[in-house]
C-alpha cells in the first residue's frame, strides 16, 4: 500500500482511524521556517471531530506532538515528524464490516486488493481521520508560502443545493482574513445558516449531503509548472483526489465548456502599474499547464458522507449472499464543512512544491 506522494517535497502518511496513532513525514522542506504552533493549532482545529452536532460525536484533541525537524521553533531541514495519537475510538461499531459491505466505502474493493486484511475500523488507512496529518503538513507549508507573499483561501461554496457567492475578480487582503477567521468560510451573509438546517434535516433523516468547496491561491509568480504530464491542474489533481470523498475539480469557471470562445478568454491589460492582468478568470489562473500571475482557482466536488444509519442494500462476502446493512458509529452527515482546511493544505503543499521546481 503505497504512503508517499513524492515530487521536490515528500510527504509519507501513515496510522489508521482507530490505531494507536496517525501522523506524517514531510521530507525535503525547507530549512529556518519559524513554526508557529499557535497557527498549526488553529488549522488543526477546523478539521478537527466533535466541534457541534454537524459534525461526527467523536472527540479527538489532534494535538500534534513534532518529533524531528524541529529545533528551538525552526525547522532545520531535516525530515519533519507530526504524531497525532488517537483516544476516542469506539472499534465494536465496526466488527461486522468485514463481512457486510458498506455501500459507497472502500470496503469491497479493499477486501479484494488485500485480500480481507484490511483494517475496517473506522475506515482503517482509507479513513477522513488521515487528513489531520495532512492539515498538519499543509499548515507547514502555509508558513514557508507566506514568507513569499502566497496566500490560500478557500470557502464553502455549496452543500446540497445551498449555493454561496463564488469568489470575486478581486479577493482582496480583507476577504482572505475574514474567511481564513472563520470556522466554517462563507462569502454571503446568512447563508450559512441556510446549509445548517440542510445538514440538520439530512442527520434527523439518518441522511447525508454533499456540496463543493471554491479555493484560490494567490500571489502566485507567473511561470510555474509545464505542459502536458507536469502541468500545476495535473499537480493539483492528483493530491485533491487523495482526499477522501473528492470526485470532481474544476479550474477557473466550472461552466466554461457552456461559453463561447470569446467568453471564455481571458484578455489581457496593463494596470496602473504596468503590471499583467486579465479581465475575466475563467481559466482559473492556470494555461498551457503553466501559471499566469492570476489567482488559481478551482471548485471541488465532495460526495455526501458514504456512512449513514438507514437500512441499505448490500452483500455479505462470507455468506456470498445478498443482505441489508443499517451502520451504527459516529459519523459526519456533511464532511464538507471539515474539508475547506484540508483542501488548502493540499493546495499549500502543491504551492511549494511548484516553488521548488
Same mark, same amino acid.
Given at each position: 500500500?503505497?504512503?508517499?506522494?513524492? #515530487? *521536490?517535497?515528500?510527504?509519507?502518511?501513515?496510522?489508521?482511524?482507530?490505531? &494507536?496513532?496517525?501522523?506524517?513525514?514531510?521530507?525535503?522542506?525547507?530549512?529556518?521556517?519559524? !513554526?508557529?504552533?499557535?497557527?498549526?493549532?488553529?488549522?488543526? &482545529?477546523?478539521?478537527?471531530?466533535?466541534?457541534?452536532?454537524?459534525?461526527?460525536?467523536?472527540?479527538?484533541?489532534?494535538?500534534?506532538?513534532?518529533?524531528?525537524?524541529?529545533?528551538?521553533?525552526?525547522?532545520?531541514?531535516?525530515?519533519?515528524?507530526?504524531?497525532?495519537?488517537?483516544?476516542?475510538?469506539?472499534?465494536?461499531?465496526?466488527?461486522?464490516?468485514?463481512?457486510?459491505?458498506?455501500?459507497?466505502?472502500?470496503?469491497?474493493?479493499?477486501?479484494?486488493?488485500? *485480500?480481507?486484511?484490511?483494517?475496517?475500523?473506522?475506515?482503517?488507512?482509507?479513513?477522513?481521520?488521515?487528513?489531520?496529518?495532512?492539515?498538519?503538513?499543509?499548515?507547514?507549508?502555509?508558513?514557508?508560502?507566506?514568507?513569499?507573499?502566497i496566500e490560500i483561501v478557500s470557502?464553502?461554496?455549496?452543500?446540497?443545493?445551498?449555493?454561496?457567492?463564488?469568489?470575486?475578480?478581486?479577493?482582496?487582503?480583507?476577504?482572505?482574513?475574514?474567511? #481564513?477567521?472563520?470556522?466554517?468560510?462563507?462569502?454571503?451573509?446568512?447563508?450559512?445558516?441556510?446549509?445548517?438546517?440542510?445538514?440538520?434535516?439530512?442527520?434527523?433523516?439518518?441522511?447525508?449531503?454533499?456540496?463543493?468547496?471554491?479555493?484560490?491561491?494567490?500571489?502566485?509568480?507567473?511561470?510555474?509548472?509545464?505542459?502536458?504530464?507536469?502541468?500545476?491542474?495535473?499537480?493539483? #489533481?492528483?493530491?485533491?483526489?487523495?482526499?477522501?470523498? !473528492? &470526485?470532481?475539480?474544476?479550474?477557473?469557471?466550472?461552466?466554461?465548456?457552456?461559453?463561447?470562445?470569446?467568453?471564455?478568454?481571458?484578455?489581457?491589460?496593463?494596470?496602473?502599474?504596468?503590471?499583467?492582468?486579465?479581465?475575466? *478568470?475563467?481559466?482559473?489562473?492556470?494555461?498551457?499547464?503553466?501559471?499566469?500571475?492570476?489567482?488559481?482557482?478551482?471548485?471541488?466536488?465532495?460526495?455526501?458522507?458514504?456512512?449513514?444509519?438507514?437500512?441499505? *442494500?448490500?452483500?455479505?462476502?462470507?455468506?456470498?449472499?445478498?443482505?441489508?446493512?443499517?451502520? !451504527?458509529?459516529?459519523?459526519?452527515?456533511?464532511?464538507?464543512?471539515?474539508?475547506?482546511?484540508?483542501?488548502?493544505?493540499?493546495?499549500?503543499?502543491?504551492?511549494?512544491?511548484?516553488?521548488?521546481d
Amino acid at each position: 500500500m503505497p504512503a508517499t506522494w513524492k #515530487s *521536490n517535497l515528500e510527504v509519507t502518511i501513515f496510522g489508521e482511524s482507530h490505531g &494507536k496513532a496517525i501522523g506524517v513525514v514531510l521530507g525535503n522542506f525547507p530549512a529556518g521556517i519559524k !513554526v508557529d504552533e499557535e497557527f498549526i493549532a488553529v488549522q488543526m &482545529k477546523k478539521r478537527a471531530p466533535g466541534l457541534n452536532i454537524m459534525s461526527t460525536s467523536r472527540k479527538e484533541a489532534d494535538k500534534v506532538e513534532i518529533v524531528s525537524g524541529v529545533f528551538e521553533g525552526m525547522t532545520t531541514g531535516a525530515p519533519i515528524c507530526g504524531m497525532i495519537y488517537n483516544s476516542d475510538q469506539h472499534s465494536k461499531d465496526y466488527s461486522i464490516l468485514k463481512e457486510k459491505m458498506r455501500p459507497a466505502h472502500s470496503d469491497y474493493p479493499a477486501a479484494i486488493r488485500y *485480500n480481507g486484511f484490511n483494517d475496517v475500523r473506522g475506515g482503517g488507512h482509507f479513513s477522513g481521520r488521515i487528513t489531520a496529518p495532512i492539515v498538519f503538513a499543509g499548515a507547514l507549508c502555509k508558513l514557508a508560502l507566506k514568507q513569499k507573499g502566497i496566500e490560500i483561501v478557500s470557502h464553502i461554496a455549496q452543500i446540497k443545493d445551498v449555493h454561496d457567492d463564488l469568489f470575486p475578480m478581486d479577493i482582496t487582503p480583507e476577504m482572505v482574513e475574514r474567511l #481564513s477567521n472563520m470556522q466554517y468560510p462563507v462569502i454571503k451573509e446568512g447563508v450559512f445558516e441556510q446549509m445548517s438546517e440542510t445538514i440538520d434535516e439530512a442527520r434527523w433523516g439518518q441522511n447525508s449531503v454533499g456540496g463543493k468547496i471554491e479555493c484560490a491561491i494567490l500571489n502566485v509568480p507567473v511561470g510555474l509548472g509545464d505542459p502536458f504530464f507536469d502541468s500545476v491542474e495535473s499537480k493539483l #489533481s492528483s493530491l485533491m483526489f487523495s482526499i477522501p470523498a !473528492v &470526485k470532481s475539480i474544476a479550474f477557473g469557471n466550472a461552466n466554461i465548456s457552456e461559453l463561447t470562445g470569446k467568453e471564455a478568454n481571458d484578455e489581457y491589460y496593463y494596470d496602473e502599474f504596468k503590471n499583467v492582468k486579465t479581465t475575466t *478568470n475563467n481559466n482559473g489562473g492556470i494555461l498551457g499547464g503553466i501559471t499566469t500571475g492570476m489567482p488559481v482557482v478551482f471548485t471541488l466536488g465532495l460526495k455526501p458522507t458514504s456512512s449513514i444509519s438507514l437500512k441499505q *442494500n448490500t452483500i455479505d462476502i462470507k455468506s456470498r449472499e445478498n443482505t441489508t446493512l443499517e451502520i !451504527v458509529g459516529r459519523h459526519d452527515p456533511c464532511v464538507v464543512l471539515r474539508a475547506a482546511v484540508v483542501v488548502e493544505a493540499m493546495s499549500a503543499i502543491a504551492a511549494l512544491d511548484l516553488l521548488n521546481d
